[in-house]
């Protein structure tokens, strides 16, 4: 990092604290009134055994916090990255998340908006509406949230109707390259005396600040990364009693944008067949320069995408206890295009109407809670249902048969692959296995194969979960308290394979003439692929790339033959025990023991290598159930020691957390270049230390300054080779998107001036040390340590009932990777989705 960069991080965070940011107290200026749901009962915050930050309001508008992205910013050990579209978004704690786009893998960090789970991270990161606040809790959670929560919860809670008149307004002006515009509204009140209600609508437009080369299309937008969605939300409280309410909940949104292409990172020798197919369509080697944001793709990354909901949560106060119940239903869909192959030339693409994902879930959960003078309790149970169904359709466009042809002469003699396909379906003739119906394949070199027809694969899964849990605080005596739940869960998915037929001449023959394992690494079929090809002098490393290459996972034509159904059965118990003792007012340690567990599944994809060993494609031709798409469930056993402390008449909070996280198993998903491998390893670790301040100094009322630091150093265990290449490099190595360092905080003054005027100036910064942005730990895709600022002054009147403010993000304009992947079928090229540039805009808020 420059030392100009270092001097202003550390000079930030001796004035700032760096991050963690609690919430703010709204009824003094005292840490100690602060309270979180962590436990699923409102509790101050530090007397909850967990690491837990809360985010209110106002730090939420001042941080520009409009979705859970935004968050990471401000929360300490928290990073939020996201590629190809707006669902493939991933949430990390503390190092640990879950990596790749297949959507049979589930999330490790869950995210709970108003007490439903969204069973995905990227059905969670739309615009939340008006925030009460959130909270961030680190470490497994499963034992009131459940399965898949072994690295953390994200907690949101948004603003209830209230029973007194009021109306928000919003509208915000973006500038710069990436200029737009933003308007939201709501409007609270009461209805009846017992019935009040909460609407919230709000749209945002904006320009794509990646500009797009399209080489003739048939793409025609030449701008990416726009934002183009509008969000509709409604809320109903109904208060039947003093003691009985029902709370009912609707939104709708709707995303029209254009989404996401990936500048490139590095080139490799394949840049110059690109260019020989179309001139510029990737930047040749030692010319990349993703960060200048201009990208090629001939290809549309159109994408729209639909979420919708509704929730209805009861909750009844008793004598003797309370009980809540939350029912929800919510329904998510994306149709993505894609430039598959991120250059200018027509080799490989998705089509938007090809390429969707339709998510259903429905929850229900009862809680039954209450407490005596020495112990509180909660049973409760819950259960889940989710229908899931992706169809992927990868198409072959007019450059692909000529860029493999060239991909395989480069280095030897191997003309094309009409040489090679006609060659290999006259072996198949002469050994008495002919190509049903064969005629010369490919006539002229380059010919488009076949419009570049669809594989039109379809895969659904349905999933039924349900689980029993307690919680439980015994109060031994009134400074030492014993916390202990445990929850069994049930899950049973069922899944099913629905390949589509796929077209490509050369790959049918091959799979004729060499077998249904089409294992080019033989010496006798690579003989076979030497001779029938005229190639001399081509080493044997070199004829099994091109064979891999000319016949790739989405071209085989084997895949339709095994159409099947799979299905699994799971029973996990997870849970806790916390000690924890509090010397003084202002002093609490604790110890906690949790076991967290995410469920396994079924790789929704297309994939010729599982686990240690390639498919045997034979094997499963005879019992197509046998095809190997089963991972095993990721299970954790997680260690905390943490220390929660205020001073100076509790107007400084100040907490430290130890922790280790051990998984004795531990879901992985790779990308080669070529296709996802996901498979189960066995052991990885997380293990560091957390420092959180929160800072309401006496002398200066206006001011609050919080902050924290989080050292996280999460790697895999030492592992035995399993086979896959780009698996066995990251035995006993740092996970990808796991920095050791995270450090962030914000600073807020709010003083006045004049006889009803105030003033704001606000400023955050969040640092993360370097890290290896891609999965398979390729050294080209090291991002270096970097800092974000983010600032924002403004003016308003001093009943609230407006306000102006100028603002800016990552205001030194910073360039940094989210993700680095592997140039799909171009050895040797990197692909890269980046940040965010730098960003201001002016915004105006009204309210009574």
């Known amino acids: 990092m420059p030392s100009t960069k270092r001097t202003i991080l550390f000079a930030a965070a001796s004035v700032i604290a760096l991050t963690g940011a609690q919430a703010v107290a709204q009824e003094g200026r005292s840490v100690d009134v602060i309270t979180v749901t962590a436990q699923k009962r409102e509790q101050g915050i530090q007397d909850v055994p967990v690491a837990v930050t809360a985010y209110n309001e106002e730090l939420l508008l001042n941080a520009g916090v409009r979705d859970l992205k935004d968050l990471a910013i401000i929360a300490p050990g928290l990073n ?99 200029s737009g515009w933003g308007a939201s509204g709501s409007i609270t009140g009461p209805v009846t005396d017992q019935i009040a209600l909460r609407l919230y609508g709000a749209q945002r437009v904006r320009d794509g600040w990646q500009t797009v080369e399209t080489f003739g299309g048939p793409r025609t937008e030449t701008e990416d990364a726009d934002q183009n969605f509008y969000t509709l939300r409604g809320q109903a409280l109904i208060d039947f009693t003093d003691h009985v309410n029902l709370l009912l909940t609707a939104d709708y949104t709707e995303r029209d944008e254009i989404c996401c292409v990936a500048p490139s990172l590095l080139s490799g020798a394949t840049a110059g067949i690109i260019n020989a197919l179309v001139p510029g369509g990737r930047p040749m080697p030692g010319s990349s320069d993703a960060f200048a944001r201009v990208t090629q793709a001939n290809r549309s990354t159109e994408q729209e995408i639909t979420d919708s909901g509704f929730s209805a949560e009861l909750n009844w106060e008793l004598q003797n206890f309370d009980v809540t119940a939350i029912l929800s239903d919510r329904n998510y869909n994306l149709h993505s295009g894609q430039d598959t192959d991120f250059t200018g030339a027509d080799i490989v693409f998705r089509e938007a109407d090809n390429n969707t994902f339709d998510f259903g879930n429905t929850t229900f959960e009862m809680r039954v809670s209450g407490s005596t003078e020495n112990f509180e309790w909660m049973f409760g149970s819950y259960y889940s249902n989710e229908t899931l169904v992706r169809q992927d359709a990868i198409q072959t466009g007019a450059h692909f048969d000529t860029y493999l042809s060239l991909l395989g002469s480069g280095g030897g003699s191997i003309s094309t692959v009409v040489d090679l396909a006609n060659g290999l379906a006259g072996l198949s003739a002469f050994l008495g296995n002919p190509v049903p119906g064969y005629v010369p394949l490919f006539p002229t070199q380059g010919a488009p194969l076949g419009g570049g027809n669809p594989a039109g694969d379809t895969f659904t899964q349905n999933g039924d979960s349900l689980s029993f849990f307690t919680h439980n605080t015994w109060h031994l005596t009134d400074s030492t308290d014993l916390t202990f739940g445990l929850r069994h869960t049930n899950t049973q998915k069922t899944a099913h394979f629905d390949f589509g037929e796929s077209y490509l001449p050369a790959c049918d023959v091959w799979e004729h003439a060499f077998g249904d394992a089409l294992d080019f690494s033989t010496p006798g079929n690579q003989a076979l692929l030497g001779i029938f090809s005229g190639a001399t002098g081509v080493a044997p490393a070199s004829l099994a790339e091109f064979g891999t290459f000319t016949c790739l996972p989405f071209a085989r034509d084997v895949f339709a033959q095994i159409d099947n159904m799979q299905t699994l059965e799971e029973n996990e118990f997870s849970g806790l025990l916390s000690l924890s003792h509090r010397f003084n007012d202002d002093l609490l340690v604790y110890g906690t023991y949790s076991h967290g567990y995410k469920a396994g599944g079924f790789n929704l994809d297309r994939f010729t290598q599982a686990g240690s060993t390639a498919v045997n494609f034979t094997n499963v031709l005879a019992s197509p159930n046998s095809y190997p798409a089963r991972f095993d469930p990721e299970t954790v056993d997680s260690y905390e020691l943490g220390i929660k402390t205020e001073w100076f008449n509790d107007t400084l909070l100040a907490n430290v957390y130890l922790f280790q996280s051990e998984f004795d198993t531990y879901q992985l998903n790779t990308f080669n270049g070529i296709a996802f491998f996901v498979t189960s390893i066995d052991g990885a670790s997380s293990h560091g230390g957390e420092l959180e301040l929160l800072w309401l100094p006496e002398a200066l009322p206006g001011l609050t300054m919080q902050g924290g630091v989080t050292y996280a150093n999460a790697a895999y265990d030492e592992f035995a080779p399993t086979g896959t290449a780009d698996v066995d490099v990251l035995s006993g190595r740092n996970f990808s998107l796991a920095p050791e360092w995270y450090a962030s905080g914000g600073a807020t003054y709010n003083g006045t001036f004049g006889d009803n005027m105030t003033w704001l100036a606000h400023i955050d910064a969040r640092y993360m040390s370097e890290q290896n942005t891609g999965s398979d730990l390729d050294p080209e895709k090291v991002q270096e340590a970097y800092t974000l600022f983010n600032g924002r002054v403004g003016i308003g009147s001093a009943d609230e009932s407006w306000s102006l403010e100028l603002w800016g993000r990552n205001l030194t304009d910073e360039d940094y990777l989210q993700v680095g992947f592997d140039g799909p079928f171009q050895p040797g090229s990197f692909q890269a989705s980046i940040g965010t540039p730098r960003s201001w805009g002016i915004t105006l808020r009204a309210r009574r």
């Open 80 to 178: 939020v990255t996201s590629t190809t579209n707006e669902f493939v978004t991933t949430a990390r704690i503390r190092g640990i998340g879950t990596v790749g786009d297949n959507p049979g893998l589930e999330s490790s960090v869950g995210i709970v908006i108003d007490g439903v789970p969204r069973a995905r991270n990227g059905a969670g990161f739309n615009d939340l509406g008006e925030l009460e606040r959130i909270e961030v809790l680190r470490g497994p959670q499963g034992t009131l949230f459940g399965a898949n929560t072994t690295a953390g919860i994200i907690n949101v809670v948004t603003k209830r109707p209230e029973f007194e008149f009021g109306m928000n307004g919003e509208v915000t002006y973006i500038g710069g390259d990436a």
